[in-house]
């Protein structure tokens, strides 16, 4: 059974860092793009960041370059998003997804992150 648990979500001040985890399991992890994606209630899904299966590449929204980075380890089955410099248009739900070429995509249940003094 194919799983990712997001977390590390929770409230932040203007300025602050937060780190979100995603544990996977069920698939082979190692063979997947790992990506990070946001939601605003009422707005399209949209990318946040991904890395490529062996963590040699990475890319990133351009709302959050220079702020957040997006990390893996195949070892633990797991994909990290470090954020910093956290913006209060940072707040959304997180999702954890993972693809690879012509195969289904998988999603997590998401994270609330909430960026607010």
């Known amino acids: 059974q194919v799983q990712l648990v997001e977390s590390g979500g929770g409230l932040v001040q203007p300025g602050g860092s937060l780190r979100l985890s995603c544990a996977a399991s069920?698939?082979?992890?190692?063979?997947?793009?790992m990506s990070w994606y946001r939601q605003v209630s009422g707005k399209e899904r949209e990318l946040v960041a991904a890395?490529?299966?062996?963590?040699?590449?990475?890319n990133y929204a351009d709302s959050v370059k220079g702020r957040f980075t997006i990390s893996r380890d195949n070892a633990k089955n797991t994909v990290t998003l470090q954020m910093n410099i956290l913006k209060p248009e940072d707040t959304a739900v997180y999702y954890c997804?993972?693809?690879?070429?012509?195969?289904?995509?998988?999603w997590g249940k998401g994270t609330l992150v909430t960026v607010s003094s």
């Open positions: 997804n993972a693809r690879r070429f012509l195969g289904t995509p998988y």
């Open positions: 069920g698939f082979t992890f190692s063979t997947y793009t």
């Open positions: 890395i490529g299966s062996t963590g040699g590449s990475t």
